[in-house]
């Protein structure tokens, strides 16, 4: 008779089509199985043990809807392991909205020994466990080999471990024994021991993954149920290694299709054509000013805080609003078991991170989930090094805390609050002798300084099987300082309240309707003051007078939305229909001197949004959306100098219409064509004068359309990597009679490939190629002297951006290298940022007659060497 032990392992790579699912927090289990009838065939071959590889489907109760051994077999091992699985029963895997489809490698092992009846009981005379070095976790599923290394003649031992990773071996007679262990993605390990009599011997041992991903755990997924056509996401492996990223989980999206390349690589979000404010950017829900830092290396969040990040970039539902381009999603981790510390450092910046859960009562199953990071750069003292000896000097400093609590809640319900903030720093000089523009009252030192602090509690309650609630209320503070020299300053702030709901009610299979709630509101405040009128700048001969005015008041903005997400065909996953609707509201309050007053600024507006997915074939998707967007004007723009405000919301239509395909498990590629129509855009009035008309007006027009391509490569095995490449253009004008010109940021090409690979020994290596086509630019053709002044402005001929900046070019590597031990881990790594560039100019800077020009170079090559030491208990 035949004894099966049953062998699991994680073998578990992301594989989900274009739009990858949610990440996992529970892993499927097994909660019932069965045993598999030992081949005869292979009992007569005095084969002993054998080890089947099946990749698994469940549906999201746990059913087994498929499994497909992976490799065949003369015996029939694989289908007997196949008979017993289709009849075994698993929890499903869930991601923090509840439980999902998946699909997984699971390893079923065999090992034939005796009738249990006829055997004799004998003692246990070994047991142990096997652990993972570096994190400590058990692991199930190894096979050991035990036999004497004293050259005794006993039989070799062979067994494998339980799903905890522990182990016992009953009647092994005294003496010195070698152990061997080996496990599915780990390496082969060896340790020697001996067998006392009449004693029970006691052993841990330790396995070390055997390539450097392994730690990075996903899941084979389903397409998710997201209302978004055009959703992607990363795992976390992907973002750590692509060379440039500096390993940040945010900042990996500008490499994906529709996002521009940004000035020195800083944080501008510049989607599909659109300014940088059109985009949104959430955390948790909840709507924060800059997602990056200034420098643009590395986003305001801790990656160890970030659970996933999802990137919209158009033709997202009504829950997102006040925004007509883009949105980036940042979802923040809820789960703390492990208690880790770690560190790290690079020539950037060096941060902390801490994670524990501590039992309630030392209840063991009610703990609080505690988590908090700091992080200081110092990339202005190493910055210098590396400018060529350039006078062109640029000096960004900042610092990011988080603290995170999670606390101890029934399976129904969860409960955390999330304490982030930032401060940011950014000085940009020029040569004395160099014009940095064609304005004599714009020379001088630029500086930029961001402060927000943010507190935000999210709330989520299961109230029935059907009914799901979602409540995150937040306090948040942003100031802003901008200037140029010392004659031209901005200073502005809000201290606002943010407060999202909604109720996901699913009345059949079919339906899902959700109502939500989005609320914004607060008190804001400016200060302006420029050496010139707005109407001065396209004349340099003119007779300057100073303006000077702020403002202050509250601005609320109380949306309500309704979604829709509807299967109405037989097969659930075919076709997903998503209408939805946003209600827009604006109120915004004036007081100060100049605003005194002035009627309160009112308006609303509805956007009509629909999004729809069909799957033509198996693994062939056609998918599109359309629907109108809003965004308010900021409440400096809407202020009327003495006068009742007159400015409409910017509109915009989006479209887009696109092809996916999974071609395997592991290769999918996704094409996508967009359209963008703006209108009613907000820019300054040529004609302000001062007190008694508003600076802004609503007379810009803009269009932007597209072609977006990525073929991307899921980190399965031991490469990953992906291909974008966005074709584009991106137009505006200042009236409806004017000529179309290109937007400051279109960039026709933009080509990015990237990719990793894991060696041997924890080695990864990595690298990133760009080519991206230069921004326009307005060339200015020669200067005019002015005598009062002493000085020349520049001034130009032709249209404005009438020329292109040449194209941008540059190549990073990456080498990983990993380090573990019994409790904790080194990382080292090697970023070799631009190692090579082309001319990569990012704007022109004239003499001091406009005669001659040259360009301002961007970043350099920059060797980032770091480390991260990461302890787990």
């Not at 026709?748 to 080695?763: E, K």
Request: hydrophobic share 35%.
């Amino acid at each position: 008779m035949s004894l099966v032990l049953l062998l699991v392992w994680a073998s578990l790579s992301l594989a989900a089509p274009s739009e990858p699912p949610e990440a996992i927090v529970v892993m499927p289990a097994v909660l019932e199985w069965v045993d598999a009838d030992f081949p005869s065939a292979a009992a007569d071959e005095d084969i002993t043990s054998f080890k089947v590889t099946l990749r698994v489907s469940l549906d999201e109760q746990g059913r087994v809807t498929d499994a497909q051994p992976l490799e065949d077999d003369p015996y029939g091992f694989a289908w007997e392991a196949k008979d017993a699985v289709l009849r075994m029963r698993f929890s499903p895997a869930e991601t923090r909205e509840g439980p999902v489809p998946s699909t997984f490698d699971f390893g079923y092992s065999f090992e034939l020994t005796e009738d249990p009846e006829q055997e004799i009981e004998v003692p246990i005379t070994l047991e142990g466990r096997v652990r993972e070095n570096g994190t400590r976790a058990p692991v199930g599923g190894a096979f050991l080999e035990i036999e004497p290394s004293d050259g005794r003649e006993i039989e070799r031992t062979e067994l494998v471990t339980e799903g905890d990773g522990t182990f016992s071996v009953r009647g092994l007679p005294p003496g010195e024994y070698r152990i061997r262990v080996s496990g599915p993605g780990h390496r082969p390990a060896t340790e020697t021991l001996t067998i006392e009599p009449d004693e029970v011997t006691e052993i841990r041992l330790w396995v070390t993954e055997d390539n450097l991903s392994a730690n990075e755990i996903t899941v084979f997924g389903e397409r998710p149920k997201t209302p978004e056509v055009t959703r992607r996401t990363l795992s976390n492996e992907e973002i750590r290694r692509i060379p440039g990223t500096f390993g940040d989980p945010v900042k990996v999206i500008q490499t994906l299709p529709g996002a521009a390349r940004s000035p020195f690589g800083t944080g501008l979000l510049i989607i599909r054509g659109a300014n940088p404010q059109d985009s949104g950017v959430y955390v948790d829900g909840i709507e924060v000013p800059l997602i990056y830092h200034l420098t643009g290396t590395t986003s305001v969040i801790q990656p160890e805080f970030v659970e996933s990040v999802d990137y919209l970039p158009g033709g997202y539902s009504g829950k997102f609003g006040r925004k007509m381009a883009g949105v980036i999603d940042v979802t923040t981790k809820d789960r703390f078991d492990e208690t880790i510390i770690s560190g790290g450092a690079d020539v950037l910046d060096a941060q902390v991170y801490a994670q524990t859960s501590i039992p309630v009562g030392g209840d063991e199953d009610r703990k609080i989930g505690v988590a908090a990071g700091f992080r200081r750069s110092y990339i202005d003292a190493f910055l210098p090094l590396f400018l060529d000896g350039s006078d062109f000097a640029i000096k960004p400093r900042y610092w990011d805390y988080q603290f995170k609590v999670v606390a101890p809640t029934p399976e129904h319900r969860t409960l955390s609050a999330f304490v982030y903030g930032f401060e940011d720093l950014l000085s940009i000089s020029t040569p004395s002798d160099t014009a940095q523009g064609s304005d004599r009252d714009t020379q001088g030192d630029l500086l930029t300084r961001y402060l927000s602090h943010r507190a935000v509690i999210r709330w989520t309650e299961k109230l029935g099987d059907d009914l799901t609630l979602r409540v995150t209320p937040s306090f948040g503070v942003d100031r802003t300082i901008f200037g140029v020299g010392q004659a031209l300053t901005f200073s502005g702030g809000t201290t606002n309240v943010h407060f999202r709901s909604e109720l996901e009610y699913r009345p059949h299979p079919a339906i899902t309707i959700t109502p939500g709630f989005d609320f914004l509101g607060g008190a804001w405040s400016f200060d302006f003051v420029s050496p010139f009128r707005i109407a001065d700048l396209d004349n340099p001969l003119s007779e300057r007078d100073p303006v000077a005015f702020g403002g202050q008041g509250t601005a609320w903005y109380p949306d309500a939305w309704l979604r829709m997400d509807l299967s109405p065909l037989q097969d659930r996953d075919r076709l997903r229909l998503t209408p939805s609707v946003r209600v827009n509201s604006a109120t915004i309050t004036y007081g100060g001197s100049v605003a005194q007053g002035a009627a309160p600024y009112r308006r609303q507006a509805i956007d009509p949004r629909f999004s729809g997915w069909f799957e033509l074939t198996d693994g062939f998707a056609l998918k599109g959306s359309s629907g109108l967007y809003h965004q308010p004007p900021q409440p400096q723009q809407s202020i009327g100098l003495g006068v009742t405000p007159d400015l409409a919301f910017e509109r915009a239509w989006n479209s887009s219409i696109g092809l996916e395909h999974t071609i395997s498990p592991a290769v999918q590629w996704e094409l996508d064509l967009f359209w963008r129509d703006m209108w009613n855009l907000i820019d300054t009035d040529p004609n302000f004068t001062g007190f008694g008309s508003s600076p802004f007006m609503n007379i810009g027009f803009g269009r932007a359309y597209g072609a977006e391509l990525i073929v991307r490569h899921q980190p399965v095995g031991r490469f990953f990597g992906w291909l974008s490449y966005t074709l584009s253009r991106s137009e505006r004008k200042a009236n409806p009679d004017a000529e179309w010109v290109p937007f400051d940021f279109d960039q026709t090409h933009i080509l990015s490939a990237q990719g990793g690979y894991d060696l041997p020994y924890h080695i990864g290596v990595s690298m990133q190629i760009q080519l991206v086509s230069g921004n326009p630019q307005s060339v200015l053709n020669a200067g005019v002297f002015d005598v009062d002044g002493g000085s020349y402005s520049g001034f130009r001929v032709g249209p404005r951006n009438d020329s292109r900046l040449p194209f941008f070019f540059q190549t990073s590597f990456r080498v990983d290298r990993r380090f573990t031990f019994r409790s904790w881990e080194l990382s080292l790594y090697v970023d070799l940022l631009n190692t090579i560039r082309g001319v990569n100019p990012e704007f022109t800077v004239y003499n001091y007659d406009y005669s001659d020009f040259a360009y301002v170079r961007g970043l350099p090559f920059i060797p980032n060497i770091g480390f991260e030491a990461k302890v787990r208990r």
